[in-house]
Each structure stands twice: as structure tokens, then as C-alpha cells.
């Protein structure tokens, strides 16, 4: 009979989700302790940080291009 995974046994790193032994966990990892309001780590919310000001660039290249397709389109009497 198959023995059911232990914790250690789901990945190298002997984690397969929340740990449970942290009462307030990361809401992101689960493997560390909370330390800022929203709930992560302090390695999480660099992370997240870095993930959110990048998607923001990402989402001001996107709006400057439908600016400058709706400036194109101006320009030559279309509507877009």
C-alpha cells in the first residue's frame, strides 16, 4: 500500500503549500511570516512590487499606442 505524501516529500524543498506551523502565513508563499498590511512576506512583497510596476509600464505602452492609433485615425477622418 502507497504511503500518502508527507510535506517534505512533495518537492526538493520540503514544501507543498502553506505552512501550517505559521499561524500568518504570506498570502502569496505561505512559506514565511506576514510583515506588511496587505499580507506578504518581506521577500513576496518585493516581488509583488516589482511584478505590479512592471505590468503598470506594460499598460502605459499599451493605452500609448491605442493614443497614438486614435491620433492616426483623426488624422486621416476615420473613427476608431
Known amino acids: 500500500m502507497r504511503k500518502s505524501p508527507t510535506r517534505a516529500d512533495m518537492n526538493g524543498m520540503g ?10 502565513g504570506c498570502i502569496r508563499c505561505g ?3 506576514q ?4 499580507g ?4 513576496c512583497h ?6 505590479v510596476e512592471e505590468g503598470s509600464a ?7 499606442a ?3 492609433f486614435a491620433e ?5 477622418g476615420r473613427e476608431v
Open 15 to 24: 514544501f507543498c503549500g502553506p505552512d501550517p506551523s505559521i499561524e500568518h
Open 31 to 33: 512559506e514565511n511570516p
Open 35 to 38: 510583515v506588511d498590511e496587505q
Open 40 to 43: 506578504y512576506c518581506g521577500r
Open 46 to 51: 518585493w516581488a509583488v512590487r516589482a511584478e
Open 58 to 64: 506594460r499598460l502605459g505602452e499599451y493605452l500609448g
Open 66 to 68: 491605442w493614443a497614438r
Open 72 to 76: 492616426w485615425c483623426t488624422q486621416r
